[in-house]
Structure formats: C-alpha cells, structure tokens
Nanobody, 124 residues
Framework: QVQLVGSGGGLVQAGDSLRLSCAASGRTLRSLTVAWFRQAPGKEREFVAGNSWRGDSIYCADSMKGRFTISRDITKNTVYLQMNSLKPEDTANYYC?????????????????WGQGTQVTVSS
C-alpha cells in the first residue's frame, strides 16, 4: 500500500512562490508515476502536472506552463511542485496522486493512491 503525504501549502501574496511536497511511503518513487491536482471551491478537480517514473513530465493547462515545475527526489522519496509567480486564481486545495503505469496523460484522473490536500491561498 502506498501512502502519500502532501505539505507546503499556505497563504501567500500574488507574485510569491511556494514549493509543495508529496512524501511517498510503501513503495519507491522509482516505480510510481505521480501527479498534482488542484480543486478550488465550486470547481472541478484540475490536473496540474505529472511526472512518470520513466522521467517524463507534463503540464496541461496553459495558465500553469512556465510557472509550475514538477520534480522528484528519489533519495527522499518525495515529489515536489514548485510554483512561481502565483496568482489569486491559483488558490485551491492541491493533491498529489500516484499510480504504477509508466506514463502520465493530461486529464487522466485514474490514480490509485491519493494524498490529503494542502491548501494554497494567494491574496491579491
């Protein structure tokens, strides 16, 4: 069984940066594809970024490309989401999720393991 623990959220101002962490246990990241999703109140869950265990990374929404970066540290079994130039519309609960397939696809929410959310609030 894989456990994911997300952290790093907080209250920041527009233009600030945050780095979210997703610590995995129960399985090494070498065999996990991990993604970040977000959900704002009253909105559908949105795919933010994915990183396959083969090393491929994808960013699906134009609004996040160039500002968000997903990465992983195998030695810490942790995946990160670096978020720069944050905007009020980035305010949401951010979740990490994982599966064992060797790829990640935009819009695919068929993940087997989910972490608890970490709230990001960006004030204007």
């Amino acid at each position: 069984q894989v456990q994911l623990v997300g952290s790093g959220g907080g209250l920041v101002q527009a233009g600030d940066s945050l780095r979210l962490s997703c610590a995995a246990s129960g399985r090494t990241l070498r065999s996990l594809t991990v993604a970040w999703f977000r959900q704002a109140p009253g909105k559908e869950r949105e795919f933010v970024a994915g990183n396959s265990w083969r090393g491929d990374s994808i960013y699906c929404a134009d609004s996040m490309k160039g500002r968000f970066t997903i990465s992983r540290d195998i030695t810490k079994n942790t995946v990160y989401l670096q978020m720069n130039s944050l905007k009020p519309e980035d305010t949401a609960n951010y979740y990490c999720a994982a599966h064992q397939r060797p790829y990640t696809v935009c819009g695919d929410s068929r993940y087997d393991y989910w972490g608890q959310g970490t709230q990001v609030t960006v004030s204007s």
